[in-house]
């Protein structure tokens, strides 16, 4: 079984341009979409569609004739209310209502370890565990998993949300030993978030097979994946840097520190 058309939102981001690659197999068409310039399309398996998830008429249309979506468009860290509210929960809603409209049937969600980022590290979660949002980021993600959950309750829309952990070629610090995501099993895990029968809404997390995780993945065994990589790879890397102070959140909390961003005044 093969998507006719997998669009891609947030194609022109750090994890877009990744997956604008590695999804190819997985679809005849990659439509790719974002607010930001993308590079052109490179073959009649990709098709460029520019839009600003703001913009319900224009989501509404971006999704016509599409099977699947990734969506990974949207602000991606730590910012005031005012901004994170307009493309993370106006513009995930416009996608859902979109998906409703078009009769498209499966959603992947990037959410973020940011939904649970004020339990403290060490601290063993699993996908069922209460979230303790960490800013106006992970609440607009928690926001979007709830979304996810009424848009199948209500109409039947399949979604599963990834709780992303770090995404990079390579753990970039100590707590990223703990959350960190390779490119190659990100992959692995969209796939499976796309094609694993019956998903319902499904919240798993999104790392790999780290020595010290935090998050029991059943979530995400249930869905077929099984991760290849650590980040034990980087250890000897990442203890060379100097040792975080005693009271840094980035060595205190999941979120590290995305929670100790703001207060936001005047904005
Ligand atoms: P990114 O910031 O590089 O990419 C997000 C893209 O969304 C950008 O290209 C941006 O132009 C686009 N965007 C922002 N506002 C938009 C709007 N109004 N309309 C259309 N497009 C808009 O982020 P990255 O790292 O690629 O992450 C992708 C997704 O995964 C995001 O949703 C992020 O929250 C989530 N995530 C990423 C993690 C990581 O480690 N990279 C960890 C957890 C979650
Ligand atoms: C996220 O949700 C962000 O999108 C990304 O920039 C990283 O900071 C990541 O979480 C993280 O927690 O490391």
Known sequence: QRYDRILLTGAAG???KVLRETLRPYARVLRLSDIAALAPSQGPHE?????????????DALLEGVDAVVHLGGISVERPFEEVVEANIRGTYHLYEAARRNGVRRVV?????????????????????????????????????????????????????LRIGSSYPKPRNRRMMHTWLSYRDLTELVRCG???????????????ANR????????????????????????????RLP?????????????GAFT?????ENV
């Open 14 to 16: 750090g994890l877009g």
């Open 212 to 239: 010290d995780g935090w998050w029991d993945n059943r979530g995400a065994a249930v869905l077929g994946y099984a991760p290849q990589d650590s980040s034990e790879a980087f250890r000897e890397e990442i203890e």
């Open 47 to 59: 098709e460029i569609v520019p839009c600003d998830l703001t913009d319900k008429d224009a989501v």
């Open 260 to 264: 100790a961003a703001g207060p936001y």
């Open 243 to 255: 040792a975080l102070a005693a009271d840094d959140p980035d060595g205190i909390y999941q979120g």
């Open 109 to 161: 969600f990037a959410s973020s370890n940011h939904v649970i980022g004020f339990h403290r590290q060490g601290v063993r979660l699993d996908s069922q565990s209460p979230r303790r949002p960490d800013g106006y980021y992970g609440l607009s993600k928690s926001f979007g998993e709830d979304l996810a959950s009424f848009y199948h309750d209500r109409y039947g829309i399949e979604t599963v949300s």
């Open 194 to 208: 796309l094609y694993a029968p019956g998903v319902g809404h499904t919240v798993a997390y999104g790392a790999s």
